[in-house]
């Protein structure tokens, strides 16, 4: 079946623009969660869905940092105002359940952000 | 703070010869462990989590609650082993940020040489 989608794979962006990245999850999957890698680093956790309800965004490094997934399936995260920082891959994954973290996650290949 | 430790950046070792990926993290509580795999050009994937005891194309992990480590290892490595491993604690409840979400250590490139 198909898996994690996301869009675009690649995004250019010049510092001050606003950007809006895309995650498909799985469908039927109850747990959507958003990474922030930068080069050499792990992944790092940003935010968490379930179904519709966000309920963690602790780790959203600033007020630039908005996500949504308003119908409970797809998944928008946006930055307002870029800069060069927050240019990084941005990761989605789904899972199955309720146990968010705990469950099996299952990755998008990515979003490249390149903040010029 | 949660910590998640993998000490080498990079490991190279010769085909056949065993493989440790080391691991250590610093919670108060029970994390949930996981290791996840990244091959080149492919997405990040789950290879094994500690709760379901299985080893996945040969790799296993001990978890050390003595001395917090969650190492993998693998006797035989083969060069499709070679990857980015990621050690990734979950713990639940925690609402440091890690509560949800994991918290992946900073990886450890395998490079397995013929």
């Known amino acids: 079946g198909a898996g994690v989608s996301q869009s675009p794979r690649y995004k250019v962006a010049k510092r001050g623009q606003d950007v809006a990245l895309r995650c498909d999850p799985i469908s039927g999957h109850v747990s959507l969660f958003w990474y922030q890698q930068a080069l050499g680093q792990g992944p790092e956790f940003l935010t968490y869905f379930q179904n519709e309800a966000q309920l963690d965004k602790s780790g959203l490094p600033s007020d630039r940092f908005f996500a949504e997934r308003p119908e409970g399936s797809v998944s928008t995260l946006k930055i307002q105002r870029t800069q060069q920082e927050d240019s990084a891959v941005y990761l989605c994954?789904?899972?199955?359940?309720?146990?968010?973290?705990?469950?099996?996650?299952?990755f998008g290949p990515g979003t490249r952000l390149t903040v010029l | 703070a949660q910590r998640v430790t993998q000490p080498e950046k990079l490991l190279s070792v010769f085909k056949g010869a065993p493989v440790e990926l080391k691991c250590n993290y610093s919670y108060s509580g029970s994390p949930e462990l996981f290791w996840y795999v990244q091959y080149s050009r492919q997405r990040l994937q789950l290879l094994l989590r500690?709760?379901s005891r299985e080893s996945i194309k040969g790799f296993t992990a001990d978890l050390n609650k003595g001395e917090t480590s969650f190492h993998l290892k693998k006797p035989f490595a083969q060069e499709e082993d070679s990857a980015m491993y990621y050690c990734?604690?979950?713990?639940?409840?925690?609402?440091?940020?890690?509560?949800?979400?994991?918290?992946f250590g900073k990886g450890t490139h395998l490079i397995i040489q013929p």
């Open positions: 500690h709760i």
């Open positions: 990734a604690p979950n713990v639940p409840g925690d609402s440091g940020g890690g509560a949800d979400g994991l918290t």
């Open positions: 994954a789904s899972s199955a359940r309720l146990a968010g973290g705990s469950d099996t996650q299952y």
